[in-house]
């Protein structure tokens, strides 16, 4: 999902212009929130909890037009709690964006 990453710096542009030290505020915010609700998701127990998590994750990932996440999490919405399958693929979601260095405006 290195192509999200991409996603996500154009839709910081477009929404803060040309200046990096926002963008990277706005990212670092994203990747955090995205990590809150990931983390939750992990321990989340009953259906409702799981149901939670799943919509503030999507929501979260399409105010920032990142369409890999939001997919993710509607796969999570039609799943079970603790689904690993879903769990993997945000947890290999977030790496990816860990691994990338921040926006190039």
């Keep these: 999902m290195a192509y999200e990453s991409g996603a996500l710096n154009a839709a910081l542009s477009a929404a803060v212009g040309n200046d990096p030290d926002l963008v990277a505020e706005l990212r670092g915010a994203f990747l955090e929130s995205a990590a809150r609700q990931i983390d939750l998701l992990g321990r989340a127990r009953c259906d409702a909890n ?24 509607d796969q999570a919405l039609e799943g ?22 921040g926006p190039t405006p």
Excluded: T, Y
Excluded at 82 to 98: I, K, N, Q
């Design 50 to 73: 799981w149901h939670f998590a799943a919509l503030r994750l999507k929501s979260l990932a399409a105010s920032f037009s990142v369409q890999g996440i939001v997919d993710l999490a």
């Design 80 to 101: 079970a709690p603790g689904d690993p399958v879903v769990l993997r693929e945000l947890a290999h979601a977030m790496r990816d964006f860990g691994d990338m260095n």
